[in-house]
């Protein structure tokens, strides 16, 4: 059953607004437990919410042999590599900025797309990627044309932009065979299973030492159940309906939720910048789906 446009696009803002927030709920765990320790709790959580929630809904669904390969590769680009690349490079750079850095990924995405799997690039897809990075420019870039970010936080930022790529292009083809639900479930535990040695050795001598408040509770839970496991839903939904480039230009409204929230719950800066940023962001989006339908 073909779903109207308005709920697909729903659901790929729906996607965007629980990673945004990610990017805020993340600066609250932070402050107690290391990046490591984040990941791997947040995949556990989810992984555990995830198999509950099939089990309720009778929705197991078994994997074939023949992909087992394609599911212990898209755990690695996601969560894996892109959690290493992101969480360590929110270590070093604001909520607001690595989610502009994170949105980049559309800029990337139709050339990866045609390369891997022939997806066609319209005219209005990339006139509104254009808009929509020279709005995420205006909200990264201050007024004196500094960049007030650590180039190590960047780095390891761009390294989770390319792994998101990389994931893309794995989940197109699984989306077509397996339930969201499903590849959601696997990816995190396998990716939980992936983190699993680096916790133990790295961080769970400091994890046992640690007693987190309510509020860090609470931030971890929503982590785990809206970021690893919501907006997962969400976005697999999309890419099966409108494609992966179509879907990941969407990732342009990372930074203005989080520029909303960290505003409100981590009190930054929201200048005149953001403001006018964040309405070409918008701008850009709207170009991008002309004449799709």
Not at 124 to 153: E, Q, R, V
Not at 211 to 237: D, E, K, N, R, T
Not at 239 to 268: D, H, K, M, Q
């Amino acid at each position: 059953m073909k779903r109207h446009p308005y709920i697909i696009y729903s659901f790929a803002l729906l996607s965007m607004l629980f990673w945004g927030l990610s990017f805020v709920w993340f600066k609250i765990i932070i402050t107690i437990y290391e990046p490591i320790t984040i990941i791997f709790l947040r995949l556990v959580i989810s992984s555990i919410f995830l198999f509950c929630l099939l089990a309720i809904l009778h929705q197991f669904q078994k994997i074939k042999p023949s992909d087992y390969k394609s599911f212990l590769i898209l755990a690695l680009f996601q969560p894996f590599f892109y959690f290493l690349g992101e969480s360590y490079g929110l270590k070093f750079v604001s909520s607001t900025i690595s989610s502009v850095i994170i949105s980049t990924i559309p800029l990337f995405s139709p050339l990866v797309a045609y390369l891997t799997i022939k997806e066609k690039i319209s005219r209005s897809s990339l006139i509104g990627i254009i808009i929509s990075f020279t709005g995420l420019l205006f909200m990264l870039i201050n007024k004196d044309l500094s960049l007030n970010a650590s180039p190590k936080g960047i780095l390891l930022l761009f390294f989770a932009v390319f792994s998101a790529l990389g994931y893309s292009v794995v989940i197109k083809n699984l989306a077509q065979k397996y339930s969201a639900l499903t590849i959601i479930t696997y990816q995190n535990t396998i990716g939980a299973f992936y983190f699993l040695p680096l916790f133990l050795i790295f961080d769970f001598n400091h994890f046992i030492n640690v007693v987190p408040s309510f509020y860090q509770v609470s931030a971890l839970l929503q982590l785990a159940i809206f970021a690893s496991s919501g907006a997962y839903f969400f976005y697999i939904i999309s890419i099966r309906e409108i494609g992966v480039v179509r879907s990941n230009i969407f990732t342009n409204t990372i930074p203005i939720f989080t520029a909303i929230f960290s505003y409100f719950i981590l009190a930054e800066k929201f200048g005149v910048n953001k403001i006018v940023g964040m309405i070409i962001v918008i701008l850009g989006l709207v170009v991008s789906q002309i004449k799709r339908y």
